[in-house]
């Protein structure tokens, strides 16, 4: 950010109203670390918690090359067409010498960038855990803020992202290839637990009879796992996005999936569980730059850190002792 960043004022009405460039604009002021930027932010945040909470949440992930982005353009130009705005959060692995976003979403998506009733936004993953950037959530609010019926986030589909990923949405679409390892022992069952509905990509030319077989093995699968939600099933699609099969069929059970979630009431449980989980990820977040903040504990810190790396203290123990530092106490609670 620079010193010209927006104030809340100038983009509260702008947002409401649709524009995508203050859209953009806002979610740049939420992703900013610097403390004037934040601050904007949460009070933007503040006066906008009112109109969010209407949009269906989807969480989309799968092993790299399961055409992620490939089906999701063709999800978001086929929901676009029956009148609904679509928001694609893709948060893409982080250069390691930038720390930027390295896959670029925009490109990979074209034909959906283009079109006036989607809005994509590629976010580096940075160092956030899961496969999901730290300001997704807030990001998600902006977007309904701003009008949007379905935000979609895609992440990278490593790691803990789909626990995380789950955490944030109404639904996680798990996306797997036929005949390239995303099979029943390349899908790891923690995966498979989290998914409300199983999308088999790629269904097409020689991949065509392979994504049968897989649609037949996972249904079986699925029907030895407990479901999700109970007396809710996990539903199986195959799809291709190249010549648009199943991709109807995937918009209808996402759908009526969600229906039958706010129908049995375990959509607000479930979205007040979820900020739950935020508030204390914050609590953890905010301690955290707390201690690297303060020059005083930076110091000790980096003794501990060393200590810990070397084998002579345990982490446990060591933290214990940073926090009470931070604190203003000794190892025998009397201050120091």
Same mark, same amino acid.
């Given at each position: ?16 109203? #649709?524009?995508? =460039?203050?859209?953009? #604009?806002?979610?740049?002021? &939420? ?7 934040? !601050?904007?932010? !949460? ?17 989309? @992930? ?21 009148? =609904? ?20 979403? =925009? ?13 994509? /936004? ?12 730290? #300001? ?30 789950? !955490? ?8 797997? @290839? ?10 790891? /069952? +923690? ?21 049968? #077989? ?31 099969? +199943? ?8 759908? !009526?999936?969600? &229906? ?51 084998? =002579? ?24």
């Amino acid at each position: 950010m620079t010193g010209s960043a927006p104030e809340p004022d100038s983009l509260l009405g702008a947002i409401r109203g #649709r524009d995508r =460039k203050a859209l953009a #604009r806002a979610i740049t002021l &939420v992703e900013s670390t610097r403390a004037k930027d934040r !601050e904007r932010a !949460e009070a933007l945040l503040t006066r906008l918690l009112p109109f969010t909470g209407h949009a269906l949440r989807i969480g989309i @992930s799968g092993a790299p090359g399961a055409g992620k982005s490939t089906f999701i353009e063709a999800f978001g130009e086929h929901v676009a067409g029956h009148g =609904k705005r679509i928001t694609v959060l893709a948060v893409d692995p982080s250069s390691r010498r930038s720390g930027g976003s390295i896959l670029g979403d =925009k490109t990979r998506m074209a034909a959906l960038a283009r079109n006036p009733a989607a809005f994509i /936004r590629p976010t580096a993953a940075g160092t956030t855990a899961g496969g999901v950037a730290r #300001r997704t959530r807030e990001t998600m609010l902006l977007a309904e803020a701003g009008g949007f019926d379905i935000v979609v986030v895609e992440t990278v589909g490593v790691g803990q992202a789909e626990t995380t990923v789950a !955490e944030m949405v109404d639904l996680f679409l798990l996306l797997v @290839s036929p005949g390239s390892g995303d099979d029943l022992q390349g899908i790891k /069952r +923690g995966a498979m637990e989290l998914a409300d509905l199983v999308v088999i990509t790629k269904a097409d030319g020689d991949l065509a009879q392979a994504a049968i #077989r897989s649609l037949a093995d996972y249904r079986a699968a699925l029907s030895l796992m407990r479901p999700k939600h109970p007396g809710i099933a996990v539903e199986i699609r195959k799809t291709s996005a190249m010549t648009g099969e +199943g991709i109807a069929e995937v918009w209808t059970a996402v759908q !009526e999936i969600w &229906v039958c979630l706010k129908g049995k009431g375990v959509l607000a449980r479930l979205r007040r569980e979820q900020a739950r989980a935020w508030f204390w990820s914050e609590v953890r977040a905010v301690l955290a730059d707390m201690l690297e903040a303060d020059g005083a504990v930076g110091a000790q810190a980096a003794k501990l850190e060393a200590a810990v790396m070397a084998g =002579k203290a345990l982490p446990d123990v060591s933290a214990r002792s940073l926090i009470r530092l931070f604190r203003g106490v000794d190892a025998k609670g009397a201050p120091p």
